[in-house]
């Protein structure tokens, strides 16, 4: 099984930037699309909101509406890594963030129900 560890979370003033990592451990997801997810508070019982993705070679990403133009994602398939840089923070951003490993190398594909303890993002206004 696939471990996930989310880093790099942490409190900023509105406006601010954060660089999110996430590194995989127990097989190599150079093949598989991966994905940043998050769980804002209160919504600890609904669903995995579903942020950024990029696919396996990084020539396809997707961002939700709310982010375009202020986050990138981009992985680096030598270190099993996936990253999120996260400009122009706004307080609807405060959230857990998760990564998160598609089933296939395109992010249309399922991802697997197999999450890691996430790193929480606090933005104040």
């Known amino acids: 099984q696939v471990q996930l560890v989310e880093s790099g979370g942490g409190l900023v003033q509105a406006g601010g930037s954060l660089t999110l990592s996430c590194a995989a451990s127990?097989?190599?997801?150079?093949?598989?699309?991966m994905g940043w997810f998050r769980q804002a508070p209160g919504k600890e019982h609904e669903e995995h909101e579903l942020?950024?993705?990029?696919?396996?070679?990084?020539?396809?990403?997707f961002y939700r509406d709310s982010v375009k133009g202020r986050f990138t994602i981009s992985r680096a398939n030598a270190k099993n890594t996936v990253n999120l840089q996260m400009n122009n923070l706004k307080p609807e951003d405060t959230a857990v963030y998760y990564c998160?490993?598609?089933?296939?190398?395109?992010?249309?594909?399922?991802?697997?129900?197999?999450w890691g303890q996430g790193t929480q993002v606090t933005v104040s206004s």
């Open positions: 998160a490993v598609y089933q296939g190398p395109f992010y249309w594909s399922d991802i697997y129900d197999n």
């Open positions: 127990g097989r190599t997801l150079s093949r598989n699309a």
């Open positions: 942020v950024s993705a990029i696919n396996w070679n990084g020539d396809g990403t």
